[in-house]
């Protein structure tokens, strides 16, 4: 018996489970059979009134009697419900990522939740899962990247001048991004988002902002990126700078988040939730949650929210960097981001809604969702489904994980598939190949109900974090140099 026998019986992640296994051991060294001692914790859960001046279930009948959340969504002769929850492309996803949401779906704090097309596995909750909870924020739910998001800016010109002047647009990417783990520019760059008094006032903040402050205007490694392509508009996008008309566009589009600082802040908080949670089963040990009550969970949602503003200002310095480097007009553009909890309200009722990995598309809301490398991603306009929790795919997302798409593929069979695309590939990680991503077309039909496409982004001119698979041939031939842990799903 473990703690999963005892989720599957019905009991909630949290300290009933702890209690009742103890109690289960307890039992059980009396000589009480497994299976009848699983019956006497069905019966706790279904009447635990009248267990609570057991010798040894009483504690279990006052954890369960005790605990709020359980008992608002119990009946009376059955045990607690998941919440609900739906599934948008059923078929694609890998069973790992739907068991990690059917388990997330049964904390206590978990009111209702959705799986989008691209989901894959990940720690806690899966990425691509959405979760809204009842007065809690799950760290990990968010992610480790806080506020990865993407941006786009479109420019007042063709994309024929990438062809025109190729070197040109190449030499302004190697110049005007840095990619890598532990990028920063020598000079920092300066941004009004470190200006923020949160900086010096939050305990745990205060101590990352120098290399913030260094790291501000880079992108990570991973499924980071900076890329040049064709912007097809097909329906006016709305934004800031005015609508951008029908037509091909030159754009801009990047992938980046909130570098160490959020990092930082995701593993900090998350060890504090664990050890609050510290009976959780070792399968719930990521979905611990901090209460927004609690000086843990508010410290945490004011990290958050920073992290947030800075991954942003990150993307602007990097946009604006670009655009004066190549000098054509910008016409507009669009921003989101992904890996972040909102407060929102479903049937109202006042949530926190957590989507790692997943594109808010809530009625009208604009956003960006790419493909790989190779393929094309979408500016999208959402649908408002409230079964989605105004949600969609962030990408196309993984069919295959890095160690297997190294082993699976080969740069000369991905320069020859990238070059009938028309992309250059400046730099990657061969973990990166296009084949190691789903159909990002499948992706958009599964969610036709959630967001509609607007423009059709293409890529040609393509960084990431690692080495150009060219000049690598031709410094070290017959070596290879791949660095391992890239990611492009966004």
């Given at each position: 018996?473990?703690?999963?026998?005892?989720?599957?019986?019905?009991?909630?992640?949290?300290?009933a489970?702890?209690?009742?296994?103890?109690?289960?051991?307890?039992?059980?060294?009396n000589?009480?059979?497994?299976?009848?001692?699983?019956?006497?914790?069905?019966?706790?859960?279904?009447?635990p009134?009248?267990y609570?001046?057991h010798?040894?279930?009483?504690?279990?009948a006052?954890?369960?009697?005790?605990?709020?959340?359980?008992?608002?969504?119990r009946s009376?002769d059955?045990?607690v419900p998941?919440?609900?929850?739906?599934?948008?492309?059923?078929?694609?996803?890998?069973?790992?990522?739907l068991?990690?949401?059917?388990?997330?779906?049964?904390?206590?704090?978990?009111?209702?939740?959705a799986?989008?097309?691209?989901a894959?596995?990940?720690?806690?909750?899966?990425?691509?899962?959405?979760?809204?909870?009842?007065?809690a924020?799950?760290?990990?739910?968010v992610?480790?990247?806080i506020a990865?998001?993407?941006?786009l800016t479109?420019?007042?010109?063709?994309?024929?001048?990438?062809?025109?002047k190729?070197?040109?647009?190449?030499?302004?990417?190697?110049?005007?991004?840095r990619f890598?783990?532990g990028s920063?520019?020598?000079?920092?760059?300066?941004?009004?988002?470190?200006?923020?008094?949160?900086?010096?006032e939050h305990?745990?903040?205060?101590?990352?902002?120098?290399?913030a402050?260094?790291?501000?205007g880079?992108?990570?490694?991973?499924?980071?990126?900076?890329?040049f392509?064709?912007?097809?508009?097909?329906s006016?996008i709305p934004?800031p700078?005015?609508?951008?008309a029908?037509?091909t566009?030159?754009?801009l589009?990047?992938?980046?988040?909130?570098?160490?600082?959020?990092?930082?802040m995701?593993n900090?908080?998350?060890?504090?939730?664990?050890?609050?949670?510290?009976?959780?089963?070792?399968?719930?040990?990521?979905?611990a949650?901090?209460?927004?009550d609690h000086?843990?969970?508010?410290?945490y949602?004011?990290?958050?929210?920073?992290a947030?503003?800075?991954?942003?200002?990150?993307?602007?310095?990097?946009?604006?960097?670009?655009?004066?480097?190549i000098g054509?007009?910008?016409?507009g553009?669009?921003?989101n981001h992904?890996?972040?909890?909102?407060?929102?309200t479903f049937d109202?009722q006042?949530?926190?809604?957590?989507?790692?990995g997943?594109?808010?598309a809530g009625?009208?809301?604009?956003g960006?969702i790419?493909?790989?490398?190779?393929?094309?991603?979408?500016?999208?306009?959402?649908l408002g489904?409230?079964?989605?929790?105004?949600?969609?795919?962030?990408?196309?997302?993984?069919?295959?994980?890095?160690?297997?798409?190294i082993?699976?593929f080969?740069?000369?069979?991905?320069?020859?598939?990238?070059?009938?695309?028309?992309?250059?590939?400046i730099?990657?990680g061969?973990?990166?190949?296009?084949g190691?991503?789903?159909?990002i077309?499948?992706?958009?039909?599964?969610?036709?109900?959630?967001v509609?496409?607007?423009?059709?982004?293409?890529p040609?001119?393509v960084?990431m974090?690692?080495?150009?698979?060219?000049?690598?041939a031709?410094?070290?031939?017959?070596?290879?140099?791949?660095?391992?842990?890239?990611?492009r799903?966004?």
């Open positions: 018996m473990n703690g999963q026998t005892l989720i599957d019986l019905g009991f909630q992640p949290g300290r489970v702890g209690i009742a296994l103890k109690a289960a051991a307890a039992a059980q060294a000589g009480t059979p497994e299976a009848e001692t699983l019956a006497a914790l069905a019966d706790v859960l279904r009447a009134a009248a609570a001046d010798p040894v279930y009483g504690a279990v006052d954890a369960v009697m005790t605990d709020t959340d359980y008992n608002a969504r009376s059955s045990p998941a919440a609900p929850y739906k599934v948008w492309g059923r078929d694609g996803i890998e069973s790992d990522a068991d990690q949401m059917k388990r997330a779906v049964k904390l206590p704090i978990s009111v209702r939740g799986l989008m097309p691209d894959h596995p990940g720690y806690g909750l899966p990425i691509g899962g959405v979760l809204a909870t009842d007065n924020v799950i760290p990990y739910a992610g480790v990247d990865c998001r993407m941006r479109v420019f007042d010109t063709s994309p024929h001048i990438l062809d025109q190729r070197e040109r647009f190449r030499t302004v990417l190697e110049e005007q991004t890598g783990a920063t520019w020598s000079l920092p760059r300066e941004h009004e988002v470190m200006d923020d008094p949160l900086w010096d305990t745990a903040a205060r101590l990352f902002k120098d290399v402050w260094r790291q501000l880079t992108s990570g490694s991973g499924n980071h990126f900076v890329e392509g064709a912007l097809v508009v097909n006016e934004s700078l005015g609508t951008i029908p037509g566009y030159l754009a589009l990047s992938h980046s988040g909130s570098r160490r600082f959020g990092l930082e995701a900090r908080y998350t060890r504090i939730a664990m050890q609050m949670h510290e009976t959780l089963p070792k399968e719930y040990q990521h979905l949650w901090l209460g927004l000086s843990a969970g508010a410290e949602w004011a990290a958050m929210t920073l947030g503003r800075y991954a942003s200002a990150n993307h602007a310095i990097i946009h604006q960097q670009i655009a004066e480097a054509f007009p910008v016409v553009g669009v921003e992904h890996n972040f909890a909102w407060q929102e109202g006042d949530v926190i809604v957590h989507r790692k997943a594109t808010p009625m009208g809301v604009l960006v790419p493909g790989s490398m190779g393929t094309p991603g979408y500016v999208v306009r959402g489904s409230a079964e989605a929790l105004n949600s969609a795919s962030h990408g196309a997302g993984r069919r295959l994980s890095r160690k297997r798409a082993e699976k080969d740069w000369d069979s991905v320069r020859r598939y990238l070059k009938e695309q028309n992309v250059e590939l730099s990657a061969l973990d990166e190949a296009p190691a991503y789903k159909d077309r499948k992706v958009m039909a599964d969610q036709a109900d959630l509609e496409a607007l423009a059709e982004f293409q040609r001119l960084k974090d690692g080495d150009s698979p060219d000049r690598r031709e410094r070290q031939p017959g070596k290879s140099r791949q660095k391992k842990g890239r990611r799903s966004p």
